[in-house]
């Protein structure tokens, strides 16, 4: 009798803690005094496809959308070409480097000469994407990243195929797909000119047009702009994440930036951190590119950084590369 009531008392305090877990914490975290915590899960939750019940679960949608308006405090701007005079001595090092903190863990490359950077598209587009790893074989590239998002719900289902490009693909000086749309007609470019200036912000389509844009995708927000940060207060809005982006020194070295996200050993990062890490490397201009599952960094025939993908590398339609 008693090892069964010593039983029971086992199950009661193992009930109270779960209980303990699953409501007083949550509740604790949204409700509770730290709001800096709750305004980051609330913009990781919202920032992805499939995770946004966290935040609805415990918030009324004016609260998660005051809280959304409050960390997402991106200035816009857009690169200015006259104010990069760098010299291409076609310089053909390419530097690899780690970048860590107490929340993530990264990697660098450096570029030196910003001619040799290309969009490589998918050769299996408007069907499906491929992997960074295969894009990146089939161009003979040293270097690469993903670079462009995509669009996953095609005809209400979520594909995830990387199949459909969002915004524009630009590659030797030719639009090759454009399926861009925004109400004042201006699109995110990370794009390179026919002399390696890398623009980043929101141009129009004639605008890019007359810009001698040689290689290009959509995306963003762009993040160092002119020297200058675009986040100036808040953590950009997009929660914790992988990150995947791209900026250039003002000699012309390019810069690809991966890390890791949704992993113990490195959570991920915010578009805030994001941004200071490309300060920190000098960077005149930089802009984020699509993160999250599709990170990937390619260096000499294999991947060298942690996708968050549970099946691996995923498929997406573009990555920039350097042979």
Same mark, same amino acid.
């Given at each position: 009798?008693?090892?069964?009531?010593?039983?029971?008392?086992?199950?009661?305090?193992?009930? +109270?803690?779960?209980?303990?877990?699953?409501?007083?914490?949550?509740?604790?975290? +949204?409700?509770?005094? +730290?709001?800096?915590?709750?305004?980051?899960?609330?913009?990781?939750?919202?920032?992805?496809?499939?995770?946004?019940?966290?935040?609805?679960?415990?918030?009324?949608?004016?609260?998660?959308?005051?809280?959304?308006?409050?960390?997402?405090?991106?200035?816009?701007?857009?690169?200015?070409?006259?104010?990069?005079? +760098?010299?291409?001595?076609?310089?053909?090092?390419?530097?690899?480097?780690?970048?860590?903190?107490?929340?993530?863990?990264?990697?660098?490359?450096?570029?030196?000469?910003?001619?040799?950077?290309?969009?490589?598209?998918?050769?299996?587009?408007?069907?499906?994407?491929?992997?960074?790893?295969?894009?990146?074989?089939?161009?003979?590239?040293?270097?690469?990243?993903?670079?462009?998002?995509?669009?996953?719900?095609?005809?209400?289902?979520?594909?995830?195929?990387?199949?459909?490009?969002?915004?524009?693909?630009?590659?030797?000086?030719?639009?090759?797909?454009?399926?861009?749309?925004?109400?004042?007609?201006?699109?995110?470019?990370?794009?390179?000119?026919?002399?390696?200036?890398?623009?980043?912000?929101?141009?129009?389509?004639?605008?890019?047009?007359?810009?001698?844009?040689?290689?290009?995708?959509?995306?963003?927000?762009?993040?160092?702009?002119?020297?200058?940060?675009?986040?100036?207060?808040?953590?950009?809005?997009?929660?914790?994440?992988?990150?995947?982006?791209?900026?250039?020194?003002?000699?012309?070295?390019?810069?690809?930036?991966?890390?890791?996200?949704?992993?113990?050993?490195?959570?991920?990062?915010?578009?805030?951190?994001?941004?200071?890490?490309?300060?920190?490397?000098?960077?005149?201009?930089?802009?984020?590119?699509?993160?999250?599952?599709?990170?990937?960094?390619?260096?000499?025939?294999?991947?060298?950084?942690?996708?968050?993908?549970?099946?691996?590398?995923?498929?997406?339609?573009?990555?920039?590369?350097?042979?």
């Amino acid at each position: 009798m008693g090892e069964r009531n010593c039983m029971k008392k086992i199950i009661a305090y193992v009930i +109270f803690q779960v209980f303990l877990a699953v409501i007083v914490i949550p509740m604790s975290i +949204f409700y509770g005094p +730290f709001t800096n915590i709750r305004n980051t899960l609330v913009a990781t939750a919202m920032t992805t496809f499939s995770h946004k019940y966290i935040a609805t679960l415990f918030l009324p949608q004016s609260k998660i959308d005051a809280i959304m308006k409050e960390m997402t405090n991106i200035s816009t701007d857009s690169s200015k070409s006259s104010l990069l005079n +760098f010299k291409n001595n076609h310089d053909t090092t390419i530097e690899v480097n780690d970048i860590s903190s107490s929340r993530f863990k990264g990697k660098v490359i450096l570029i030196h000469d910003p001619t040799r950077v290309e969009v490589g598209i998918s050769s299996k587009l408007p069907k499906e994407g491929e992997t960074v790893s295969e894009i990146a074989k089939e161009n003979g590239a040293i270097a690469a990243i993903n670079a462009g998002g995509f669009i996953g719900y095609v005809d209400g289902a979520w594909t995830g195929s990387g199949g459909t490009p969002g915004g524009i693909i630009i590659h030797n000086g030719k639009l090759i797909y454009n399926n861009a749309y925004s109400k004042d007609g201006k699109i995110d470019l990370a794009g390179f000119t026919t002399d390696g200036k890398l623009l980043v912000g929101k141009y129009t389509l004639d605008e890019i047009k007359n810009l001698n844009i040689k290689e290009a995708v959509s995306f963003g927000p762009a993040l160092v702009v002119n020297g200058k940060p675009m986040i100036k207060t808040g953590d950009g809005g997009w929660g914790i994440a992988p990150r995947t982006a791209i900026g250039q020194k003002a000699d012309g070295t390019v810069i690809f930036l991966v890390i890791d996200g949704r992993a113990i050993s490195s959570v991920g990062a915010t578009l805030k951190d994001v941004q200071n890490i490309m300060l920190d490397y000098g960077a005149v201009n930089a802009t984020n590119l699509d993160g999250g599952s599709s990170t990937t960094m390619y260096y000499k025939g294999k991947v060298i950084n942690n996708p968050s993908n549970p099946l691996g590398e995923r498929m997406v339609p573009t990555i920039f590369y350097a042979k």
